[in-house]
């Protein structure tokens, strides 16, 4: 009697790839034959101790491939045109999927994406961007109500829409205290795509460079498919500690620092006033580029947003990260860099071999927005949401798990880092969340040692926050008996 195989949990492999590939190699072996039925995605996922949305994944992984087929009311079975006595020979896509240079997402990143779009009733604390009400969307909606600003619907310049440069120029120095000019400013389609540019085309394999630790560039697998070595910079509460980029330095050559100073991301710290003047002073004096992430800024609560390192940065030193997603709408695709015109014009012709450019569409309508009457209240109403939902958030958490946390208080941005007191397996806590119906995302993502968790609370709905954060306490609690 066949032992019943289960899925390797602790395995870099997806769940439903590695059943996928044992279907595979079973139907092959012909375990079972061409024609034959193949149990249901419920039952199957009761044999194999996953969850029904891992089989139907890896139902549609081969379906794609040709091995089975399904028909309303027959079931799932073996393909018979695949296995029969004249093969089709469908190409093992796959195969194809696990080639290429360019890495796929880390597991438990697409677990979460797996969950979620299998129950969108999840409440989610995992996702990193705005709720749909804390958009502008009525703001958006009465733009293009009046008279349009209609661009022309061809290719643009490489650099960008230049009507949403032009409004670049003053919403920085207005808003960020950054002097620049439009041919300094390239439009990307948000700050990843930024951050792409950047380790394609001014880095090369094997280069070294600083990231903070936890960062979220750790969650981007494209730094390892540029096949850059990384090298952390610890984060405390006033941010990371100059002198150890001078280490780094020594020891390995980095040759660029990847930072995200203001209300960081995941630990939501601010780097200290006196930290920032050493880390440019630093960089200016071994000569190495600064990467300055700065999406949370203008979340600020309570206080004036922090100034970013690129408006006191005399010497050139900073490459300078925006984007729209963070503050408005992530769905814009609309982002941007600030950097010396020889980068942008390198990276703009990349970019134009990518996608020819991006849709002026969007650009128009989020450089009318910034130029608009409407930015500045927009911005007061969604610190003043934000800032709610984050007092809702540490109030459950010490209601619910009081002596089992840990957090900083963060003063904007968009998430909560928490410290898990008792020992906990990521995986395991993930794992009884999702059952309780409740998302997060494990700080491993990070970088962090297992114990960490960041909880997003700008996409929950406010009312949801205290019953997630009880389902939650729920989960941790059954983990660690």
Request: glycine residues 8%.
């Amino acid at each position: 009697m066949r032992k019943v195989w289960k899925p390797d949990r602790n395995s870099t492999q997806p769940l439903y790839q590695q059943i996928a590939d044992d279907l595979e190699q079973r139907i092959s072996y012909g375990e079972f034959p061409p024609g034959s039925l193949l149990p249901s995605e419920r039952k199957l996922a009761e044999q194999l101790g996953v969850n029904r949305s891992t089989v139907v994944l890896a139902y549609s992984e081969l379906r794609a491939l040709g091995i089975i087929e399904s028909r309303s009311g027959s079931g799932t079975r073996v393909s018979s045109s695949k296995w029969g006595a004249t093969p089709k020979h469908t190409p093992n896509w796959h195969r194809y999927a696990e080639g290429g240079n360019f890495l796929p997402n880390l597991p438990f990143l697409r677990r979460i994406r797996e969950a979620l779009a299998y129950d969108p009733s999840l409440i989610d604390f995992a996702s990193g961007e705005l709720a749909g009400d804390l958009a502008p969307n009525e703001e958006m909606n009465t733009i293009l109500s009046q008279k349009p600003d209609t661009p022309y619907l061809g290719y643009d310049n490489p650099q960008g829409y230049g009507p949403l440069r032009q409004a670049l120029v003053t919403y920085l120095k207005q808003y960020r205290g950054i002097h620049t000019t439009e041919s300094s400013i390239l439009i990307t389609s948000g700050s990843q795509q930024s951050l792409y540019l950047i380790t394609q085309c001014l880095l090369s394999p094997g280069d070294a460079v600083a990231i903070e630790d936890p960062s979220y560039c750790y969650s981007l697998p494209m730094f390892q498919s540029a096949g850059l070595r990384l090298f952390r910079l610890p984060v405390d509460e006033r941010g990371v500690q100059p002198e150890d980029i001078r280490s780094l330095y020594k020891k390995h050559r980095i040759k660029m620092i990847f930072i995200n100073p203001n209300f960081q991301n995941p630990t939501g710290t601010v780097l200290a006033e006196e930290r920032r003047a050493q880390l440019l002073d630093v960089a200016s004096e071994l000569g190495l580029p600064i990467v300055e992430d700065d999406p949370f800024s203008l979340t600020a609560y309570q206080c004036s947003p922090p100034a970013p390192l690129k408006s006191v940065d005399s010497v050139g030193s900073v490459l300078y990260i925006g984007s729209l997603s963070k503050i408005a709408a992530s769905g814009l695709r609309v982002g941007w860099m600030v950097a010396p015109n020889s980068v942008v014009e390198r990276l703009a012709d990349a970019r134009q071999q990518m996608d020819f450019g991006l849709s002026v569409v969007p650009q128009s309508l989020a450089g009318q927005f910034l130029s608009s009457s409407y930015f500045a209240p927009h911005l007061d109403k969604l610190r003043a949401s934000l800032l709610y939902k984050r007092d809702l958030l540490m109030e459950s958490l010490r209601k619910e798990l009081n002596g089992l946390v840990q957090f900083h208080v963060p003063e904007g941005g968009l998430h909560l880092w928490c410290k898990i007191m008792p020992e906990v397996n990521d995986s395991k806590l993930l794992e009884a969340s999702i059952q309780k119906g409740v998302i997060f995302a494990p700080g491993s993502v990070y970088g962090s040692a297992s114990g960490y968790v960041r909880f997003t609370y700008a996409r929950a709905r406010a009312e949801d926050i205290p019953s997630g954060i009880s389902r939650f306490a729920q989960a941790l609690h059954a983990t660690i008996q």
